[in-house]
Structure formats: structure tokens, C-alpha cells
């Protein structure tokens, strides 16, 4: 029967989720977003709605953009730039529904219960934050700006980086491959050695 002792066991367990954490991507959420239509009457309505969340309305490209590059997923019918109306064509894929294009047409008598969809001000939101990691750098908000991250005094990341980058897409997302900065055990296993080989000649 094969033993594996308790650090043996414990050694693996994080080898595993130290592999899991490197491989993660951030994704935020992207420019594109949609408003309730409850409170929504018309399309100033919408227009101040999207206003009160720092936005404004979507164009048509703005949106087909966001569904056919973006991962945009909602289906619904809403408001856009200029008073035009847009639909997002959705199709099944495997258990749930996906926007796979958009319809546009002008506003007729029939806008009642329309969402909006709304463009945020800024390209991407608010920077990320991670655990035992410091925002060293950030150039701006907008497509192409760089967030650059340090590890904390005293921690690194398994790859023995300290540094990593997001950079924001065209989709209004902070995107890159994210290590997280895990303790640094090698400087302290390196401070004791000389105690123990000096205890060793004492001996």
C-alpha cells in the first residue's frame, strides 16, 4: 500500500492550486450595458438613465460591436443613440441563449418596456485589486492603458516575477494573465541555514 506522509500531501494540494491561480485571465465587465426598462418611459428616459450611471446610449455599431467581439449576452430590445431602437438576435447554444447579432430600426409607436443599452464614459472601470499585490503603475482608462501590479514586500509570484500587467481591450475589459504573489519562503529558508551549520560546528 503506498503512504504519503501529511507534508507529502500538503505539498501537492498547493503545487495544484498554486497552477490553478497562475492560469486565471481577468475579465471586468465590458462597455456595453443594459438598463432596466421598468423605469424607463421613453428614450429621454433612457438618456438620463444612462447619464445617472456616468454613460450615455449606445451606438448601433457600439453595440454589434460589443456582441459580435465582446461576449455581450443579453437579449433584449433597447434604446440607442439617436433614438433608434435595437434588437439583439440571440441563438441556443448548448443550454443557454447567446447574442449573436443586432437589428436596428427606428423608433415607432410601440417603445414601451425598452431597455437601454448604455456605453460607459470610460473605457474600462475601476482597476482590480488582488491579494498581496499593489497597484504600482496605471496610465489611464482608456483603450491601450496599462495597469502595472508589484507584489508586496516579501511575496512573489510562483514563476519568481514579482511584476504583472492588465492592459484595457477594445471591449472595455482589463485583460491579462494573472500570477498571484504567494509568500517568499526562499530568503527565510536561506537566513536559517547559517544557523543551522553554525549549531553544527558548535556540536
Known amino acids: 500500500m503506498l503512504y504519503c506522509s501529511p507534508q507529502i500531501v500538503q505539498s501537492l494540494l498547493f503545487g495544484c ?7 486565471s485571465v481577468v475579465n471586468a465587465e465590458g462597455r456595453v450595458f443594459v438598463l432596466d426598462p421598468r423605469s424607463l418611459l421613453g428614450f429621454r428616459e433612457a438618456e438620463q438613465a444612462c447619464a445617472s450611471q456616468h454613460a450615455r446610449l449606445a451606438s448601433a455599431e457600439e453595440l454589434r460591436q460589443a456582441v459580435v467581439d465582446c461576449f455581450f449576452s443579453h437579449c433584449t430590445r433597447g434604446w440607442l443613440y439617436g433614438g433608434m431602437v435595437g434588437t439583439t438576435v440571440c441563438n441556443i447554444e448548448g443550454s443557454s441563449l447567446k447574442a449573436v447579432n443586432v437589428k436596428t430600426e427606428n423608433a415607432t409607436e410601440d417603445t414601451a418596456h425598452l431597455s437601454a443599452f448604455c ?33 508586496s514586500p516579501g511575496y512573489m509570484m510562483p514563476s519568481s516575477h514579482t511584476t504583472f500587467s492588465l492592459l484595457c481591450d477594445s471591449c472595455g475589459e482589463w485583460y491579462g494573465t494573472v500570477e498571484i504573489c504567494v509568500k517568499d519562503t526562499s530568503s527565510s529558508s536561506s537566513r536559517g541555514s547559517p544557523r543551522r551549520s553554525q549549531a553544527s560546528r558548535e556540536t
Do not use: N, W
Not at 492550486?17 to 492560469?23: E, R
Not at 492603458?145 to 507584489?151: A, G, I, P, R, V
Open 119 to 151: 456605453m460607459k464614459g470610460k473605457a474600462c472601470g475601476d482597476p482590480p485589486s488582488f491579494p498581496h499585490a499593489r497597484l504600482q503603475h496605471h496610465s489611464g482608462f482608456e483603450i491601450g492603458d496599462e495597469l502595472l501590479y508589484t507584489c
Open 17 to 23: 492550486l498554486t497552477f490553478l491561480v497562475v492560469t
